[in-house]
Each structure stands twice: as structure tokens, then as C-alpha cells.
């Protein structure tokens, strides 16, 4: 922690093409509060002023990680919490909430403030809640090192800002549900056996792999498997083997003259008829009139 506390922050006008664009930053900043130090720092816009005493509800959705030193969250949506270094906590419209370092300790804070209807559609879609506001980012360096192009950005004021702050925020979230689907995945043992199993999978697709073979091998039942892995990557076992065979599928379309049999085979489906069927289901034409557009645009 630094001996004195030194803060940078900036507060965005929106315009009509930041709105446009489905996210725009409102805010982005970050502090390291000293031992003993005022908190808030003064110069914040009144309606953003965290005060413990009263707390705050935004207009907003902001995204806080906090790299150093201790403190405490609470919300209206459940009770204080212990805030320690990787941790990252999500803040909802709406929301009343506070939060506010140690006094002893003080500690190191960065935030990106956003919203737009891309933001709205993450909450109504459940990919993010104020149910769940406070996660652990593992990817301390990745996250740090975010923050720290962020401020670059910022202080060069380089065209498009908005636009790439969106950017930098769409990241963000990103790292928070990625732990969100680790944390959910915790009693199904480490998430590294889902990560070795999707290796198995890229590198054999071609074969005919039984998934519950496959979760008998990386320790897990295969209700856990199944369930972990959907977490994971959104998709069952069984549907992340099929859109890998047919992306491999799409390739040996484009780059070679196979027959669409020598092609079906050489992904892992054993029918023919199967391979043309699903190719058509999924893509929306035929793997004849695919390999047929792809070759006139090459």
C-alpha cells in the first residue's frame, strides 16, 4: 500500500453514438487510500459520493476491484462482507449499497462505471445479479493490467473512447461471470477437470468418445460432469463435441475436395445421412451449397 493516498478519476458525458453503441462507460478511476486517510477522497459528484454513514444508490452499473489492503461491502441485498485483495464486487442500479476500507489499512481500488441496454440485457438475462455481487478474480494480473490501459486510455482522451471502454467493460464482466461459473462449480470439485476434459475433446473429436467414460476420468460423476461443464462453456458435452465436429467440418469444406462422406468421417459421424441433416439444421444450407459459396468468395 502506499504511504499517501493518491486517486485519478474522470466523469464521461454520454452521446447519442455512445448510446448507440449498447454500452457506454459513465465513469473510470482508481484510488489507493493511505492508513488513516479520508474516504471517500473529496471532488466526486455528490450523487456519487460513497459516504459510509448514508451509502448510495447509482443510476448505474459499476464494476470494483479491489488489488490491496481490507475493507468491508454491504447492500441492501444481503449482509457486510470482508473485502480482501482480488476481490471484485459489481454494483446494480438502484441498489442501495456501501462500501469503505479499513481505516488502519486503507487499500487499493479500481472502478469502471457503465450502462446501456447491453448491461440491461446481462441482468435480464441473469448473467450477472445483485443477488451475487462479490467474486474473487483469480486473473489478478490480466485484471490490473486492464485498469492500467484503461487509465492510459483516459488520460490520452484517444478518439472512440467510449467505444473502447466498452470494451474494457464487457471484459471485465466477463472475468466476474467466468468466476461466478467457477464458484457455482465448487462442489463438483476443480473446475481443472472440466478444463482437461474439453482438452480431451478438442483433440479427439474425430473419435467416438462416451462422455461418461470421459467424466469417470477426470473424477467426477457424470450428473456433475454434465451440469460443471455446462457452466463452463454453455453448452452440454454432447452439443460442445457436435459444433466441434462441424466447425472442423466447415474447414475440410472450404480447404479440401473431400467427398461430404470422406468429410463426415474424418469429423467423427459415422452417417452420412446424420452429418447432412444436423449440417443443414445448424448452419441453415446444405454442406453442398456451403463448400459451393465458399469456393465463389475465395
Known amino acids: 500500500m502506499k504511504s499517501e493516498t493518491t486517486t485519478f478519476y474522470r466523469y464521461f458525458p454520454i452521446s447519442h453514438r455512445d448510446k448507440s453503441w449498447g454500452l457506454y462507460a459513465t465513469t473510470a478511476g482508481e484510488s489507493h487510500i493511505a492508513p488513516r486517510s479520508p474516504y471517500p477522497p473529496s471532488g466526486h459528484p455528490k ?23 481490507a475493507g468491508n461491502f454491504e447492500s441492501e441485498s444481503g449482509p457486510s462482507i470482508r473485502i480482501e485483495p482480488g476481490h471484485a464486487f459489481l454494483l446494480f442500479p438502484g441498489i442501495w449499497h456501501r462500501y469503505s476500507p479499513d481505516s488502519e489499512i486503507g487499500w487499493g481500488e479500481h472502478w469502471i462505471g457503465f450502462n446501456g441496454e447491453t448491461a440491461r440485457h446481462w441482468r435480464r438475462c441473469r448473467f450477472i445479479s445483485a443477488k451475487n455481487p462479490i467474486l474473487k478474480i483469480s486473473a489478478h494480473d490480466a485484471t490490473l493490467m486492464t485498469f492500467s490501459r484503461i487509465m492510459q486510455f483516459v488520460r490520452s482522451n484517444c478518439p472512440a473512447l467510449q467505444q473502447i471502454l466498452a470494451g474494457a467493460a464487457t471484459y471485465m464482466v466477463g472475468l466476474f461471470y467466468s468466476a461466478q461459473q467457477t464458484q457455482s462449480a465448487a462442489d463438483a470439485q476443480s473446475p481443472n477437470a472440466i478444463e482437461l476434459a474439453i482438452a480431451r475433446i478438442n483433440s479427439e473429436f474425430a473419435q467416438n468418445l462416451d462422455m461418461k467414460s470421459l467424466a469417470e476420468k477426470v473424477g467426477l460423476s457424470y450428473s456433475s460432469f454434465r451440469s460443471t461443464f455446462a457452466a463452463h462453456t454453455g453448452l452440454s458435452p454432447h452439443k460442445y463435441l457436435l459444433e466441434l465436429r462441424l466447425i472442423q467440418a466447415r474447414k475440410l469444406l472450404v480447404e479440401t475436395n473431400l467427398s461430404i462422406k470422406e468429410i463426415a468421417l474424418q469429423t467423427g459421424f459415422e452417417d452420412e445421412h446424420y452429418f447432412s441433416r444436423l449440417f443443414h439444421q445448424k448452419i441453415n444450407v446444405t454442406a453442398g451449397q456451403f463448400r459451393s459459396r465458399s469456393q465463389r468468395h475465395r
Open 47 to 69: 450523487n456519487y459520493a460513497a459516504e459510509w454513514q448514508k451509502g448510495r444508490v447509482l443510476d448505474e452499473f459499476q464494476f470494483v476491484y479491489i488489488s490491496s489492503g
